[in-house]
C-alpha cells in the first residue's frame, strides 16, 4: 500500500506543479512583477497534499524552470530568473507552503482556516519577494511596496479565496487527508 501511496502522492504533486506553470502563462505584465495565477496553485499545494508533497510539488515546478524549461512567468525560465527582480518571490514560494502546510497540517479542514494560512503565507512570500526586489532594483520600501505588492492585494485576495473553495471540493475527490499527507501513508484496514 505505501507504493501505491507513493505513486498517488508523486502524481499529484506533478499534475500540481503542471498547474503552477500553466498559471505562470496567464500573466499580466504591469512591471518588473507581473500578475500571475500560479502563487494560487502554489498556495493550493499545501491545502491538497499536506507540507511535505505540497514542497516536493513546488520543488518540482522550480527545478523545471531553473533547468531552462519555459515554466516561469512570460514562458521564461532559466536560472537567471532565480537572480532576476522577481527571484525572492519564486524562492519565497518554499517558505510560504512551509508555513501554510504547519498551519493546516493535522487539522480538520476548514474554510476560513485555509484562508487564514494563505494569508500569512502571502505575507511570507511579500516578505521574501519584497525584501530581494528592494535590494535587486535599488528601491526605497515604499517603491518596493508599490510597484511589489500594492497591485497585487486585491488578486491575491481573490486566489486565496478561490484556492480555498477549490481545496473543499478537492479533498473528497482526492481522498486525501492532511494529517496523511502530512505524515504517513494510510494503512489497510485491519493493519496496525
Given at each position: ?7 498517488r ?5 506533478s499534475l500540481i506543479a ?7 502563462y ?5 512591471g518588473?512583477v507581473p500578475?500571475?495565477l ?12 499536506g507540507?511535505r ?8 515546478y ?14 521564461m525560465?532559466g536560472?537567471?530568473?532565480?537572480v ?8 519565497g514560494?518554499?517558505?510560504a507552503v ?12 476548514h474554510?476560513?482556516r485555509d484562508?487564514?494560512?494563505?494569508t500569512?503565507?502571502s505575507?511570507?512570500l511579500y516578505?521574501?519577494?519584497l ?8 528601491f526605497?520600501?515604499?517603491k ?7 497591485p ?5 485576495a481573490?486566489?486565496?479565496?478561490a ?12 481522498m486525501?487527508k492532511?494529517?496523511a499527507?502530512a ?10
Open positions: 500500500m505505501s507504493e501505491i501511496y507513493q505513486l502522492m508523486s502524481v499529484y504533486a503542471a498547474l503552477m506553470a500553466v498559471g505562470a496567464l500573466a499580466i505584465p504591469i518588473p500578475i500571475v500560479q502563487n494560487m496553485f502554489v498556495f493550493l499545494a499545501p491545502l491538497l497534499l507540507r508533497w505540497g514542497l516536493a510539488a513546488v520543488c518540482v522550480l527545478l523545471a524552470g531553473a533547468c531552462g524549461l519555459p515554466v516561469f512567468a512570460g514562458g525560465g536560472l537567471g530568473r532565480f532576476g527582480p522577481t527571484g525572492g518571490f519564486l524562492l514560494y518554499l517558505p512551509l508555513v501554510i502546510g504547519l498551519l493546516v497540517s493535522g487539522k480538520k479542514s474554510f476560513w484562508i487564514l494560512a494563505m500569512i503565507g505575507v511570507v516578505a521574501c519577494g525584501s530581494w526586489l528592494k535590494w535587486m532594483l535599488g526605497t520600501w515604499s518596493a511596496l508599490a510597484v511589489g505588492m500594492f497585487f492585494l486585491m488578486g491575491d481573490f486566489k486565496i479565496v484556492a480555498a473553495a477549490l481545496a473543499k471540493s478537492l479533498r473528497p475527490i482526492l486525501i492532511r494529517s499527507a505524515a504517513s501513508p494510510p494503512q489497510p484496514a485491519g493493519i496496525q
